[in-house]
């Protein structure tokens, strides 16, 4: 019997003859030469040979065969069959259905080099329906004085899907994107003006730019998120859970300026003792360990693990795991314990007979070291 996973296809769900229907009947409906029959049948003969982003470019391309070759024209086209936006009313929205980013596949293919300015009038447009987090990347790219001139204004427009789309189309890291060149002194100056965002689809946004920049520049995230405190423009209760989700990276890091703004001090005055329990473990059991932190004076804790695993070619990779987050208190120790699945076949991590090695980190600082043989 097929799995639940094997059952379902993102593809599928995504891309059909439901969804295909709806969008030929959003053109046909404000185009008057547009075929929906044959966009229809076109498309959908289409998917079986095309994975996922394949499927897109291809409805795309049965799109623009039916639309005019004068990109002016085709802009125009493209926002007459534009659904209604998104609900602007909300404070927290998905970023719409892939099948309306075609305008923004468009809108690079055909407006790139010689409409630029026509083209970023149609993914301002178009971002109120879909985010075009992908396709303002280019632009940002060929003509990075001129996007980001826009993004400067969008920052400030009423509709928050807009406003996000200039911190997420300009992160340095955004999951399945093309990269882009900008510099930080680029990007910054746009996130120092979101940041008081009342929204939390855009100030979701803001932190994981912040997060990205964490990977390149812990320092300088560190420093804005101090600066944004003392400058007040957002909610205390905002600002706090913007700065935990900008400093996730950095706290699984151990980052001392990361752990000491969130008021976990590494030079906490905490003594740690531990104790392995499980210390030969067969691979698909758990290895148990035992931990006690006391403390001379009150303190926030933040309690992480490390697992140095052995590897094949006789080098070692470790992973961070989170613990605890709780408060030690004088007279009174935090006492944890916990039990790891060593999965035997996992599909992500493959698993090495050897000396394995837990190490206990509070506060971003090291304390105490355990060691564990798994075996098969």
């Known amino acids: 019997m097929a799995s639940v996973h094997e059952r379902f296809s993102l593809k599928d769900h995504m891309f059909n003859a439901q969804t295909v229907g709806q969008l030929a009947q959003e053109y046909a409906a404000e185009i008057p030469s547009f075929d929906a029959a044959k966009f229809e049948s076109e498309a959908l003969s289409g998917f079986a040979v095309r994975e996922l982003m394949q499927r897109l470019e291809w409805m795309a391309d049965c799109v623009e065969s039916q639309l005019s070759s004068d990109f002016p024209t085709l802009a125009e086209q493209l926002e007459a069959a534009m659904p209604s936006r998104l609900d602007p009313a909300l ?29 970023l009038d149609l993914i301002f447009v178009a971002t109120q329906r879909f985010s075009m987090e992908f396709y303002i990347r280019p632009f940002l790219n060929r003509w990075p004085e001129e996007t980001l001139a826009r993004l400067a204004e969008w920052s400030k427009d009423e509709n928050y899907h807009v406003r996000r789309l200039v911190s997420e189309g300009t992160r340095p890291r955004l999951p399945w994107a093309k990269s882009v060149t900008l510099t930080q002194e680029q990007t910054v100056p746009l996130l120092n003006g979101l940041q008081g965002d009342q929204t939390r689809y855009v100030t979701r946004s803001v932190a994981n730019h912040l997060n990205d920049i964490a990977k390149i520049d812990a320092d300088r ?49 905490v003594q740690v003792s531990a104790e392995i329990l499980t210390p030969v473990v067969a691979m698909g059991d758990a290895v148990s360990f035992e931990i006690e932190i006391t403390s001379q004076t009150d303190c926030p804790v933040l309690v992480d693990y490390r697992i140095d695993f052995a590897r094949a070619d006789g080098k070692r990779a470790e992973k961070v795991f989170k613990l605890k987050q709780g408060k030690v208190c004088f007279g009174a120790p935090l006492t944890l314990k916990k039990s790891h ?32 043989e798994l075996t098969a």
């Open 221 to 269: 995230v560190v420093a804005l998120l101090q600066d944004w405190s003392i400058a007040g423009k957002q909610s205390a209760k905002e600002l706090d859970w913007m700065t935990r989700h900008s400093l996730r990276t950095l706290v699984k890091q151990g980052h001392v300026g990361a752990l000491d703004l969130l008021g976990f001090r590494a030079d906490a005055p």
């Open 341 to 372: 699945k060593l999965k035997a076949g996992a599909s992500t991590f493959t698993l090495y007979e050897g000396p394995h090695r837990i190490t206990i980190q509070v506060n971003g600082m090291d304390h105490t070291v355990l060691n564990f």
């Open 91 to 119: 404070t927290d929205d998905d970023f719409g259905h892939f099948i309306h980013a075609i305008p923004g596949i468009l809108a690079v293919r055909h407006g790139l080099e010689n409409h630029c300015e026509r083209a």
